[in-house]
């Protein structure tokens, strides 16, 4: 089974700060995904990537593959950003076989 | 399109009953699966299906089991509920045979088992 390890748990931070969250995972990977939960429970699936980075709006997503890292990055954070930011990846490396999850980071942007 | 749904939205329950809950999907996906989400623990994989007729276990399958007798339809059930059960449980989706899968969530079910 896949690891995987997330950091930090929590972060607050002011509006307009450049935000970083940290992802490790244990086994090699078809991809990774970033999640974001918001208050209300839904989950959305920000980014999957396999290599490289992507970017949508002001979220940028990065990966390593060598080193098994991946982080996100939020450019100019607003309060609307505030929500739960979860790493996943296939639960044995793959891909069909279901994803296994951080704990998240739970992120609070003040104004 | 609807994308992914869940029913019910709320549930309690009392130990030893048991309920089923479903998870629909019109996006014509072949692989779906169940999540529960705990506090402290994050999501953690229940069981699976890679097609209508196939269901597999993942990381925490006991005390449930699921069916998928319809390509757009996943069902877990629950035949004797426990308090450990309380929880929130997501069904997601995706799309099969090309990799890697980003995965379609529903909107999640809150179960309470007293």
């Known amino acids: 089974k896949n690891e995987v390890e997330q950091s930090p748990q929590n972060l607050t931070a002011q509006e307009g700060e450049f935000i970083t969250i940290n992802c490790s995972y244990s086994?090699?990977?078809?991809?990774l995904h970033w999640l974001q939960q918001h208050p209300g429970g839904g989950i959305v699936s920000l980014f999957m990537?396999?290599?490289g980075k992507k970017k949508h709006g002001r979220l940028i997503a990065t990966i390593n593959i060598q080193e098994k890292h991946s982080s996100l990055h939020i450019t100019a954070s607003h309060p609307r950003d505030s929500a739960v930011y979860i790493c996943?990846?296939?639960?044995?490396?793959?891909?069909?076989?279901?994803?296994?999850f951080g704990k998240g980071t739970h992120l609070i942007i003040q104004p | 399109n609807a994308g992914v749904t869940q029913t019910p939205k709320f549930r309690v329950l009392k130990t030893g009953q048991s309920m089923t809950l479903l998870c629909a999907q019109d996006m014509n996906h072949e692989y779906m699966y169940w999540y529960r989400q705990d506090p402290g623990m994050g999501l953690r994989l229940i069981h699976y299906?890679?097609?209508?007729?196939?269901?597999a276990k993942g990381e925490v399958p006991d005390g449930y089991n699921v069916s998928r007798l319809k390509k757009q339809n996943f069902l877990l059930g629950l035949e004797s509920a426990a308090p450990s059960q309380t929880s929130v449980y997501f069904c997601?989706?995706?799309?099969?045979?090309?990799?890697?899968?980003?995965?379609?969530f529903g909107p999640g079910t809150r179960l309470t088992v007293t």
């Open positions: 086994v090699g990977i078809s991809a």
């Open positions: 299906s890679v097609g209508e007729g196939t269901t």
């Open positions: 990537l396999s290599s």
């Open positions: 996943a990846v296939p639960y044995s490396g793959g891909g069909a076989d279901g994803l296994t």
């Open positions: 997601a989706s995706s799309y099969s045979w090309r990799g890697p899968y980003e995965q379609y």
